[in-house]
Structure formats: C-alpha cells, structure tokens
C-alpha cells in the first residue's frame, strides 16, 4: 500500500496570505515609477551618499506603508482564498497557477467592489486599488506566490529523483 505525500497546507495558507502585500509592493513600485516618468517628478539630489540615503529610506518607507495598507484591507479575501486553495490541493501546474492567477485578481476585484460600495465611492475611478488595479495587483501576485507556494507534485518529484539517481 503507498503511503501518500502529505499535502503543506499550512505553507500554501500562510504564503497565500501574503498576496495583498506583495501587491502593495508592486503598486508602490509602479506608482513610483510612475510619478518620476510622467508627473515630471524629477529625483534632483547631489552625488552625496547622504542624500541617496534619504531618497531609499523615503523609497521603503512608502513601499512598507503601501504593502501595510494593502494587507489591512485586503487580508480577509486572501486568507478566504488561501484556505480554499489549501483544501483543493492545488499543485504546481500551468492550470493551477493560472487558476490561482485568475481566482486572486478576481477576489481582489469583488472585494474593491464590496469595499467602495461600503464607502460610497466609485470603483471604477482610478484612484489607489480601484477595480482594474485591484484585478492587476490581485493577479501579479497571486501568480508570484503561485509559483512559490504550490507544491510539487509527489509523483512528478519522485520522478525527477529517480531521473537524477540514474544518469
């Protein structure tokens, strides 16, 4: 009788709980980008280290505040999502990841929809998390935490050992 592989639930959970962050993340990172492209926001300092310094901590400082905000508000879908994923025992394949891809950023747009409803303003507006960014940012990051969360599959990896014992 084959004993089978026991499924890390607990890892894909608690990865998986860390989508809204990441996507805080590449938000910040975009914004950023952003703001200095196209706002004529130009980054004017001298060549002194000090002034580099102060440019990269101002630069994490909004980076962690943007992954902060994102994970407040958007921890309840993840986690929802996260344990659904977890139960599924999804692992590592082209279509467990673009399910996971497509699930999350359509999480993360339900929820946006549910949150602006709640405060009387328009997801459709392009402000910070709005509908289309909220599916974006949803989707980029649950298809990083995708490809590092899900498991490979048992047989797949005893497979590839043996492959490797072999040559």
């Not at 607990?10 to 703001?35: E, N």
């Not at 599916?135 to 990896?157: H, M, N, Q, T």
């Amino acid at each position: 009788m084959k004993q089978e592989a026991a499924y890390p639930g607990w890892k894909v959970i608690v990865l998986f709980s860390f989508c809204p962050a990441i996507g805080g993340v590449v938000y910040a990172i975009f914004r950023f980008v952003l703001d200095v492209a196209y706002n004529k926001t130009g980054i004017h300092f001298q060549s002194s280290l000090q002034d580099i310094n102060e440019l990269l901590v101002m630069m994490a400082g909004v980076i962690w505040g943007l992954a902060f905000y994102a994970q407040l508000h958007y921890f309840i879908p993840a986690i929802i999502l996260a344990c659904c994923y977890s139960r599924l025992r999804l692992y590592k394949s082209l279509k467990s990841v673009l399910l996971v891809t497509l699930v999350g950023g359509l999480g993360a747009s339900a929820f946006t929809i549910l949150y602006s409803q709640g405060y009387g303003t328009s997801f459709f507006s392009w402000e910070m998390f709005s509908f289309p960014f909220s599916f974006i940012l949803g989707s980029v990051s649950s298809f990083l935490i995708g490809l590092l969360a899900l498991p490979e599959r048992p047989e797949l990896a005893q497979v590839t050992n043996n492959a490797a014992v072999l040559r």
